[in-house]
């Protein structure tokens, strides 16, 4: 089975530019997390997505961030305008309805705001 | 939110066991889960506890759940040099869905 796919795995671009980073769940899962990860304070969750609809946006940092998920099988985070603080890797997770269920990550994408 | 605290560094020869800590503070924590995450990659699922469960054996990993004292430990037999990575420690409530975890506790084990 596939698993959380991420695109692109590396993205470098100038501050001021429009960044937009992909996801696509694992199918069937219910559930959509976008995560940020930086050493100074390790994992962050931005949001998460229940059948499509944004459940908790508190993590999101600023009015810059924003996620959509327009079907079960893909989401966007977009951030416009990019700032050189924003530089991290950004991973999206996926789960199904039972409250067990653990998280399934994909590979991250690394972001560099020059 | 509530915190999971786990120590940032460990370091083992190869063949020792492992054994890495984790503290978490919300008694509603249900769930329980140590993820692996190895340079460049995503977080790869290790193993899962839930609260009901003192210990959790797989292969040669071995969870302890004490949660009279919120205390998960993750232990690695016979470690190899392909166990050093980082290792996150995470819990959920049963009414929650989103994972709280540690800031990992990076492994490194020596020839």
């Known amino acids: 089975d596939a698993g959380v796919i991420q695109s692109p795995r590396h993205e470098v671009t100038e501050m001021g530019q429009e960044v937009t980073l992909r996801c696509k769940p694992i199918?069937?899962?219910?559930?959509l997390f976008w995560y940020r990860q930086t050493m100074m304070r390790g994992l962050e969750l931005l949001i998460y997505?229940?059948?499509?609809?944004?459940?908790?946006d508190s993590g999101m940092p600023e009015d810059r961030f924003s996620a959509k998920m327009p079907n079960a099988s893909f989401s966007t985070l977009k951030i416009q305008p990019s700032e050189p603080r924003d530089s991290a890797v950004y991973f999206c997770?996926?789960?199904?309805?039972?409250?067990?269920?653990?998280?399934?990550f994909g590979d991250g994408t690394r972001l560099s705001i020059l | 939110g509530e915190d999971v605290e786990q120590s940032l560094f460990l370091s083992v020869r190869e063949g020792d066991s492992s054994v890495i800590n984790c503290t978490y503070t919300?008694?509603?924590?249900?769930?329980l889960y140590w993820y692996k995450q190895e340079p460049g990659a995503g977080l790869q699922l290790l193993t899962y506890?839930?609260?009901?469960?003192d210990m959790k054996q797989d292969q040669r990993l071995t969870v302890l759940l004490n949660k009279k004292d919120k205390h998960l430990s993750l232990r690695i037999a016979d470690t190899q040099t392909g166990d050093s990575a980082i290792y996150f420690c995470?819990?959920?409530?049963?009414?929650?869905?989103?994972?709280?975890f540690g800031k990992g506790t990076s492994l490194l084990v020596t020839p």
């Open positions: 997770a996926s789960s199904s309805e039972q409250g067990w269920q653990p998280q399934h």
């Open positions: 199918s069937g899962h219910d559930y």
């Open positions: 997505f229940n059948n499509n609809v944004p459940i908790d």
């Open positions: 919300d008694s509603s924590s249900t769930y």
């Open positions: 506890i839930f609260s009901n469960m």
């Open positions: 995470a819990e959920k409530e049963d009414s929650g869905y989103a994972l709280n």
